[in-house]
């Protein structure tokens, strides 16, 4: 009974609440999932401040989940499954982590975290390649720490 939930559970998870299923280019539908969630916590007024330990927390807490849900995912769909997007929703985080909670920077982090993801650049293609779970979240960090870096080098240079 136990590994039946933990299936569901890895499942639920690692498929960002089943949206790894949609047809059409499921890492930006993951990535929406996060969009969603963080505009409703921001909605609800649940806004952690630049270094929080909630949102250190929120982090680490993800990527520990991710990681458990996408190295199960991996044995069953197969190595970086197109279904598995809980590592999108980790990356997108990281996009608008230290942030202002407003549209523009949600928009810019989408737009910029999407690209990283879709380019992979140093070292984020061979994180890619490192399997078992942990090369699925890794190259999302990366990708959500470099659109999080063009984020703060826009709010600096537009005030």
């Given at each position: 009974?136990?590994?039946?939930?933990?299936?569901?559970?890895?499942?639920?998870?690692?498929t960002g609440f089943y949206s790894g299923y949609f047809p059409i280019?499921?890492?930006?539908?993951?990535?929406?999932?996060?969009?969603?969630?963080?505009?409703?916590?921001?909605?609800?007024?649940?806004?952690?401040?630049?270094?929080?330990?909630?949102?250190?927390?929120?982090?680490?807490?993800?990527?520990?989940?991710?990681?458990?849900?996408?190295?199960?995912?991996?044995?069953?769909?197969?190595?970086?499954?197109?279904?598995?997007?809980?590592?999108?929703?980790?990356?997108?985080?990281?996009?608008?982590?230290?942030?202002?909670?407003?549209?523009?920077?949600?928009?810019?982090?989408?737009?910029?975290?999407?690209?990283?993801?879709?380019?992979?650049?140093?070292?984020?293609?061979?994180?890619?390649?490192?399997?078992?779970?942990?090369?699925?979240?890794?190259?999302?960090?990366?990708?959500?720490?470099?659109?999080?870096?063009?984020?703060?080098?826009?709010?600096?240079?537009?005030?």
């Amino acid at each position: 009974m136990m590994k039946i939930l933990a299936r569901r559970l890895a499942v639920l998870v690692g498929t960002g609440f089943y949206s790894g299923y949609f047809p059409i280019a499921p890492g930006t539908v993951g990535s929406v999932v996060w969009v969603v969630f963080y505009a409703a916590l921001v909605r609800l007024g649940v806004a952690w401040s630049a270094w929080s330990t909630g949102w250190l927390c929120a982090l680490a807490a993800v990527f520990v989940v991710g990681f458990l849900a996408a190295w199960h995912l991996e044995q069953r769909f197969g190595r970086d499954n197109k279904r598995i997007v809980i590592d999108e929703i980790w990356g997108m985080m990281i996009s608008l982590a230290l942030l202002p909670a407003t549209p523009i920077y949600v928009i810019g982090g989408f737009i910029a975290f999407r690209f990283f993801d879709i380019v992979k650049p140093f070292p984020g293609r061979r994180a890619e390649k490192i399997g078992r779970g942990l090369g699925v979240m890794l190259d999302d960090g990366v990708a959500g720490v470099y659109a999080n870096i063009v984020l703060h080098l826009a709010k600096a240079l537009l005030g």
